[in-house]
């Protein structure tokens, strides 16, 4: 049975708090098992959510920030620890190649596991995988910066009432499927006279940027959006300084953007009330609506239903 959920292992921008880990998102989508931003803690928080080092099947940074990247010395050699016994593929921005290396050997230790290095050189990046395609898009922040989105592609979903009024059935029906196309009693049934376009979901992770077009790009008709909303409205204006989203901009942008749940996270010390994130966002945005919190799982929306047409 697939599943598709997103695993909060921290939320703690620049520096953890008591209540608060430093990043780590584990997104669970079919066989892929991706983590996202390891930061300082995240092998300790795996620990109570039942995932493990086996389980990953790939990891994406996007950038090297220490909140989001001083994890990855103890979950690398965690791979070789547990004899991870497949490929894991590690992404990141090109330009910290040079950090990703320190990291990876930053003490001696026995490396068993193998690990797929693929650095993202380019905005619009694709990377083909069973599931779907996972793109990189440039983000707005001091550092080279990169957020991605996971894009299943569209499927169909036949209509019984149509299968039936041609008189198709059974066996029928998967070749119909598969071949786009049926010859029945003199006449070609072709697959969209009989179904609907059933749409592929969307995940996207956004972490440390200004508003830019890449935000907007990753963001577009998300299923479910990861999104950073350091500071509050009130300091707007430091956000933009530091690079960085209020959580009045990240609603706005999901509310633009086509977004279905909206998932706030990456929070900075300052603030204890994480309500306040929740009330700001609420202006902007209908949908459902997430203040992330640590250890926290989130599933994916099921699919949108297509309508006949």
Same mark, same amino acid.
């Given at each position: 049975?697939?599943?598709?959920?997103?695993?909060?292992?921290?939320?703690?921008?620049?520096?953890?708090?008591?209540? $608060?880990?430093?990043?780590?998102?584990?997104? $669970?989508?079919? @066989?892929?098992?991706?983590?996202?931003?390891?930061?300082? %803690?995240?092998? *300790?928080?795996?620990?109570?959510? !039942?995932?493990?080092?086996?389980?990953?099947?790939?990891?994406?940074?996007?950038?090297?920030?220490?909140?989001? &990247?001083?994890?990855?010395? %103890?979950?690398?050699?965690?791979?070789?620890?547990? *004899?991870? +016994? *497949?490929?894991?593929?590690?992404?990141? +921005?090109?330009?910290?190649?040079?950090?990703?290396?320190?990291?990876?050997?930053?003490?001696?230790?026995?490396?068993?596991?193998?690990?797929?290095?693929?650095?993202?050189?380019?905005?619009?990046?694709?990377?083909?995988?069973?599931?779907?395609?996972?793109?990189?898009?440039?983000?707005?922040?001091?550092?080279?910066?990169?957020?991605?989105?996971?894009?299943?592609?569209?499927? &169909?979903?036949?209509?019984?009432? $149509?299968l039936a009024?041609?008189?198709?059935? !059974?066996? @029928?029906?998967?070749?119909?499927?598969? @071949?786009?196309?049926?010859?029945?009693?003199? $006449?070609?049934?072709?697959? @969209?006279?009989?179904?609907?376009?059933?749409?592929?979901?969307?995940?996207?992770?956004?972490?440390?940027?200004?508003?830019?077009?890449?935000?907007?790009?990753?963001?577009?008709?998300?299923?479910?959006?990861?999104?950073?909303?350091?500071?509050?409205?009130?300091?707007?204006?430091?956000?933009?300084?530091? %690079?960085h989203l209020?959580?009045?901009?990240?609603?706005?942008?999901?509310?633009?953007?086509?977004?279905?749940?909206?998932?706030?996270?990456?929070f900075s010390?300052?603030?204890?009330? +994480?309500? *306040?994130?929740?009330?700001?966002?609420?202006?902007?945005?209908?949908?459902?609506?997430?203040?992330?919190?640590?250890?926290?799982?989130?599933?994916?929306?099921?699919?949108?239903?297509?309508?006949? %047409?």
């Amino acid at each position: 049975m697939s599943m598709r959920e997103l695993v909060v292992l921290g939320t703690a921008s620049q520096a953890p708090t008591r209540q $608060r880990n430093h990043n780590g998102y584990l997104l $669970r989508w079919d @066989d892929e098992v991706i983590l996202f931003d390891p930061g300082e %803690g995240s092998q *300790r928080q795996m620990l109570h959510t !039942g995932i493990t080092a086996t389980d990953l099947t790939r990891i994406c940074v996007t950038h090297f920030h220490g909140d989001h &990247c001083l994890g990855l010395p %103890g979950m690398i050699q965690r791979l070789s620890l547990d *004899r991870v +016994p *497949r490929p894991v593929a590690v992404h990141f +921005p090109a330009g910290g190649a040079e950090y990703f290396a320190r990291l990876r050997h930053a003490s001696s230790f026995y490396e068993t596991a193998e690990l797929a290095v693929e650095p993202i050189d380019a905005d619009g990046q694709r990377i083909t995988l069973g599931i779907g395609t996972l793109e990189a898009r440039r983000l707005r922040h001091p550092i080279e910066t990169y957020g991605y989105r996971l894009v299943e592609p569209d499927g &169909c979903r036949m209509l019984p009432e $149509r299968l039936a009024a041609y008189g198709i059935a !059974g066996p @029928d029906t998967g070749r119909l499927l598969r @071949d786009g196309h049926l010859d029945r009693d003199g $006449r070609r049934v072709t697959r @969209d006279e009989v179904s609907v376009v059933r749409p592929g979901q969307r995940f996207a992770f956004v972490m440390d940027t200004g508003l830019c077009d890449g935000v907007y790009a990753l963001a577009e008709h998300a299923d479910l959006l990861v999104i950073e909303s350091t500071f509050l409205e009130s300091e707007a204006a430091l956000a933009a300084e530091v %690079g960085h989203l209020t959580a009045g901009q990240a609603a706005r942008v999901a509310a633009e953007s086509g977004v279905r749940t909206l998932v706030l996270t990456h929070f900075s010390q300052r603030y204890a009330d +994480p309500r *306040r994130f929740h009330d700001e966002a609420r202006e902007h945005f209908t949908g459902d609506l997430v203040v992330a919190e640590d250890l926290q799982t989130v599933q994916v929306p099921p699919r949108r239903v297509p309508s006949p %047409g």
